[in-house]
T-cell receptor, first 115, second 110 residues
Framework: GAVVSQHPSRVICKSGTSVKIECRSLDFQATTMFWYRQFPKQSLMLMATSNEGSKATYEQGVEKDKFLINHASLTLSTLTVTSAHPEDSSFYIC???????????FGPGTRLTVL | GEDVEQSLFLSVREGDSSVINCTYTDSSSTYLYWYKQEPGAGLQLLTYIFSNMDMKQDQRLTVLLNKKDKHLSLRIADTQTGDSAIYFCAERGGGFKTIFGAGTRLFVKA
């Protein structure tokens, strides 16, 4: 089946720094990737939809200058949390959609802890 | 807007059947999904059903869909301790956007 990887799996950073999370589709091309955030014991909240070669579409309430998304190729999307604060600590999950049927495959997630 | 609701907890004994229920509001849903999430891990797709089906069986898993009532259920037969996890119901309409429920935490007692 289609595999999506994320890197890093865990990251701890200091408040005020920026953190980049990578999402890769390993064995397929994904024209569309999605970034979700999951708070403890809560569901996934869609942050943005990322299309290759174009600007990401952000959900209401998500700051685009805070969460920078780049989808430079058909197999890679990155999420950069800029000037991270402790409240940005969360589990970030990406998914990639197969072009032919829009089926989504999820990455294993990245746990971000901001001190 | 679209909404997906499911109960937060379910506790069963090992060997019993588990039934996790979900309701959704989007009448244009095309796919309905069940995902499993183990502690600290990402989501694993368990099964999905097209909106024009009313039942799908896959080994120990049975999905029932009542489209009229917008009700989806997941039955796990012979529940094992390894089935303990959070189960998310999700629905997708005509576009890409997938809406997730809050997740049902399944506890399996030995």
């Amino acid at each position: 089946g289609a595999v999506v990887s994320q890197h890093p799996s865990r990251v701890i950073c200091k408040s005020g720094t920026s953190v980049k999370i990578e999402c890769r589709s390993l064995d397929f091309q994904a024209t569309t990737m999605f970034w979700y955030r999951q708070f403890p014991k809560q569901s996934l909240m869609l942050m943005a939809t990322s299309n290759e070669g174009s600007k990401a579409t952000y959900e209401q309430g998500v700051e685009k200058d805070k969460f920078l998304i780049n989808h430079a190729s058909l197999t890679l999307s990155t999420l950069t949390v800029t000037s991270a604060h402790p409240e940005d600590s969360s589990f970030y999950i990406c998914s990639a959609a197969l072009a032919e049927n829009n089926e989504q495959f999820f990455g294993p997630g990245t746990r971000l802890t901001v001190l | 807007g679209e909404d997906v609701e499911q109960s937060l907890f379910l506790s069963v004994r090992e060997g019993d059947s588990s039934v996790i229920n979900c309701t959704y509001t989007d009448s244009s849903s095309t796919y309905l999904y069940w995902y499993k999430q183990e502690p600290g891990a990402g989501l694993q797709l368990l099964t999905y059903i097209f909106s024009n089906m009313d039942m799908k069986q896959d080994q120990r898993l049975t999905v029932l869909l009542n489209k009229k009532d917008k009700h989806l259920s997941l039955r796990i037969a012979d529940t094992q301790t390894g089935d303990s996890a959070i189960y998310f119901c999700a629905e997708r309409g005509g576009g890409f956007k997938t809406i997730f429920g809050a997740g049902t935490r399944l506890f399996v007692k030995a």
